[in-house]
């Protein structure tokens, strides 16, 4: 299809987040915006209750461009809470709902959060217990209960929202209207070959652009009833969930924990058209013995990808369940989340095998070491470039340096193959990464955890394939001297250590590595044992 047919151009496109719900709020006035339990509100309502919020985030003390974090679970208050920020023309910055209180406060400290909306119990953890003693992080000013029993050093989330009386009922406006295409508004962590997590700043034009052209590939439009089980924390729940369903007026049907009769019956009471996901989340319903007794007749949009995607899959999607449209796509934090698509008119092969083609007015090519295109069908590392590309990385000009080169190119560290439609195959990782279960896991951070435990002297980490999460983890451990290591025991330790989705499936105790000449680990050889162990 030419460029030209998929501009999806609109003269008023909203220039900025904070533009695109108060547009939202007149172009769809009555529609349902935002449904979460008892809570129904329309666009006109959601636009209200989100200057309320707005509102009192001025009178607490947040500036444009502080930023303010998020460390909850899907919930109507998480969506309020996120628009307030843009709303008020401060930054936002998710955290995941699995972090440890080191990943935590790691990304708090680097982003210079001054405020904190969280939960204080969800799935038995108290995020407020587990953030701790807040003296190691003198900018964190507040932390604001969306949810749960109060703790001492917070504000509920109702003391918060009546702050907003002491200030002027267009003072969100007014904050709104001074926003730009190129302010900030989000940040959002990515990690990379050093281990430590990395700030991809993105910036309110970008992510009102490519998530416009996202919904229309998509399809997605007005009236659409959208269940969002993709974490609100990822690019994925984020920019293809609230802020499309915002731009496209679709209604948004926060979910905070994926199971599959839960989902199904959401699905069937509420007349769920839209259901995104990993492969993982299609494959557990289409197999779960009680498919067949829920009405999923609604459902017509699917968007899918983040790991190997079964072809029988698709077909299965479309047979056994009423997705109508099911589409592939491929991106990066650091690329606002979206390069490339496939159509829906796409056959079930294209869609399965491969990540399909650049977005409008986006450049993806597939590349030697000279930065040129190598021919169709021969493998190379995927370069993008166009205005989806971020800022660059918070406080770490380096990094940001590495990444992004002198022609504006966003090396992404995946090898990939091109046919001659333009459609891109992801076919390893330069860095390493694996997706377990939608989420990106990196090694060398995974390992940077594992060697503080006390009994290990080194540690490998890798990615093997796994039927229903996609890939999982392995570790390979050397124990130190004297010390008598075993897998349950490391396990164990990681669940406590580190986010559930990067704790090692299954952990190979050895008394060395494989090693090259140069003494680098020879993974290949480790990912042969550990494929060879999980048979």
Not at 108 to 115: F, G, K, M, P
Request: glycine letters at 8%; a negative charge.
């Amino acid at each position: 299809m030419p460029a030209a047919a998929e501009q999806f151009e609109r003269d008023d496109l909203p220039l900025t987040v904070a533009a695109a719900l108060e547009r939202a709020s007149i172009d769809f006035a009555e529609l349902e915006a935002l449904v979460d339990g008892e809570m129904r509100l329309n666009w006109s309502e959601l636009l209200d209750r989100v200057d309320i919020a707005a509102r009192a985030l001025v009178a607490i003390g947040i500036n444009p461009g502080d930023r303010v974090a998020i460390w909850a679970q899907n919930t109507a208050e998480w969506v309020i809470a996120a628009c307030a920020i843009h709303r008020s023309a401060a930054v936002l910055v998710p955290l995941n709902t699995r972090f440890k209180r080191p990943e935590a406060t790691y990304i708090l400290e680097n982003a210079q959060v001054r405020l904190l909306f969280t939960v204080s119990e969800f799935l038995g953890t108290d995020y407020v217990e587990l953030l701790g003693d807040r003296s190691a992080l003198p900018l964190l000013e507040h932390v604001v209960l969306l949810d749960g029993p109060t703790r001492v050093h917070t504000t509920t989330w109702a003391e918060f929202l009546s702050m907003s009386n002491s200030v002027s009922t267009s003072a969100a406006a007014e904050r709104a209207a001074a926003l730009t295409p190129d302010d900030l508004c989000d940040i959002l962590f990515t990690s990379g070959t050093t281990g430590l997590p990395k700030g991809a700043m993105l910036t309110h034009g970008a992510s009102v652009r490519a998530y416009w052209s996202w919904s229309n590939v998509v399809g997605l439009t007005k009236g659409d009833r959208y269940l969002i089980i993709n974490p609100f924390f990822h690019g994925f729940g984020l920019k293809s969930g609230i802020l499309a369903s915002i731009l496209m007026g679709a209604t948004i049907l926060p979910h905070p924990v994926f199971d599959v009769p839960s989902v199904m019956r959401r699905v069937e009471e509420e007349r769920i058209t839209m259901l995104p996901g990993p492969p993982t989340v299609y494959m557990t319903m289409l197999d779960h013995p009680e498919l067949k007794n829920f009405d999923l007749s609604s459902l017509r949009l699917s968007v899918t990808g983040a790991a190997t995607v079964p072809v029988e899959m698709i077909h299965r999607m479309r047979s056994e369940m009423t997705f109508k449209t099911i589409v592939t796509g491929y991106g990066l934090t650091e690329a606002t989340g979206i390069a490339t698509m496939c159509r829906h008119t796409d056959d079930p092969e294209i869609i399965a095998n491969t990540a399909g083609r650049a977005i409008p007015d986006v450049e993806v090519i597939v590349a030697d070491d000279n930065r040129q295109p190598v021919a169709s069908g021969e493998p190379g590392e995927v370069l993008i470039r166009g205005y989806n590309i971020m800022k660059g990385f918070i406080g770490n000009p380096e990094a940001t340096a590495e990444a992004i080169d002198d022609e504006g190119w966003l090396h992404t560290g995946d090898i990939g193959v091109m046919d001659e439609a333009g459609n891109l195959r992801i076919t390893d990782r330069m860095k390493d990464m694996f997706i377990v279960g939608g989420f990106n896991a990196y090694p060398a951070e995974i390992e940077n955890i594992l060697i503080t435990h006390p009994g290990i002297s080194q540690v490998a980490v890798l990615g093997i394939p796994d039927t229903r999460m996609g890939e999982i983890g392995v570790a390979f451990v050397i124990a130190k001297p004297e010390v008598t290591l075993t897998p349950d025991d490391i396990v164990a330790w990681s669940r406590e250590s580190m986010a559930n989705y990067k704790v090692p499936r299954h952990v190979i105790v050895v008394e060395e590595f494989p090693l090259n000449a140069s003494g680098k680990v020879l993974k290949y050889v480790l990912r042969e044992t550990a494929i060879e162990n999980a048979s």
